[in-house]
């Protein structure tokens, strides 16, 4: 059994194990510096069955400092990033604040839930211009405790992700969102990994995650696909984040981690079938089984029998359909005698029996 926790709401819709999973597509920089773009992929993941879309807010001066060198240039091997400095990575990837209205208002436009992920406090501050339900604290900052503290203050849900962050950091994380009075916290198992290897996100973690701080609890998955999402819906994932794309062919800083539009659909379909299969804990047959029950196998005459006749192997079988006695009761009747003459295809029973 999942544990009874107080459910979230983010703009009318329900984060919480007795809702369908919420799934939220993040666009992050895949609109290539498009505003078209952002807005098609905003259609595009309405079409999908989405429930929420989600910017981030930064621009490259709030992130870093604009120097091409050492430690503020990517060189991890293997990254899909390699080469770039941090500032122009972030030039690249950043979505335009005046971007954010329109975008926005055309996700109201499509009944989808329209948030982002401030990056300082200048972007919370934005934000709440414009009236955002929910912020979402990335991976990379859930040990920064003064913007944590600013966007708990608003009294609007916190979404945490938290990968690479120790189980001490995310007690200092979520305690500091509950010292404000807030208790509308989401955590959002992640490994930040671009790609993230399935053998990596260590789903498991979801439940004790769950009892440990007693919060609401998701995914943010970077891996390949979607079975790494259903899994987390079955271990009690209520909200998942997935990176957006409409062509990976297109390119786009995150393309390659991230879900097209037909993609996003099956899990959109598949993470609420896996929630709607958990069911409860239940060993009885259902409505539509028991219908069933009379297909099951029983004890049935397979020969005409005469008054008097014991009942060997030559003359019942344990067959279908299921309306003679069980067949555990086989052996039992072996040797016994039919009281009346009987035809084959009677179900036997204890009245046939002397």
Known sequence: MLMDLRSIEVSGRIVGQDQPPFIVAELSGNHNQSLQTALAMVDAAADAGVHAVKLQTYTADTMTL???????????PGSLWSGYSLYKLYEKAHTPWEWHEPIFEHCRKR??????????????????????PAFKIASFENIDLPLIRRAARTGK???????????????EAVRTVRQTGNDNIILLK???????????????????????????????????????AVAAVVLGASIIE?????????????????????????????TE????????VSYEATTKERASLKH????????????????????IRSIRPGLGLPPKFYERVLGKRIKRDAPKGTPLSWDLLE
């Not at 604009?66 to 991890?76: A, M, S």
């Not at 849900?157 to 007690?171: F, H, N, Q, R």
């Not at 993609?263 to 959109?268: A, D, G, I, N, Q």
């Not at 099951?296 to 014991?310: N, T, W």
């Open 66 to 76: 604009d120097i091409d060198g050492g430690e503020f240039r990517i060189d991890d």
């Open 296 to 315: 099951r196998r029983s004890l049935y005459l397979v020969r005409d029998v005469k008054a008097g006749e014991a009942l060997s192997n030559e003359n």
């Open 111 to 132: 009944s989808l839930v329209a948030f982002s992920t401030p990056f300082d406090a200048s972007a919370v501050e934005f934000l709440e211009k414009l009236d955002v």
């Open 242 to 270: 997935k990176h957006f794309v409409l062509a990976r062919a297109d390119g786009g800083v995150d393309a390659a981690f991230s879900l097209e539009p037909a993609e996003m659909r099956s899990l959109v379909v598949e």
């Open 157 to 171: 849900p916190v979404i945490i992700s938290t990968g690479m962050a120790s189980l001490a950091e995310l007690d």
């Open 190 to 228: 992640c490994t930040s990994s671009y790609p993230a290897a399935p053998e990596a996100a260590n789903l498991v973690t979801i439940p004790h995650m769950r009892r440990l701080f007693n919060v609401q609890v998701g995914l943010s998955d970077h891996s390949p696909g979607i079975g790494a």
């Open 273 to 280: 079938r896996a929630w709607r299969a958990l069911g409860k």
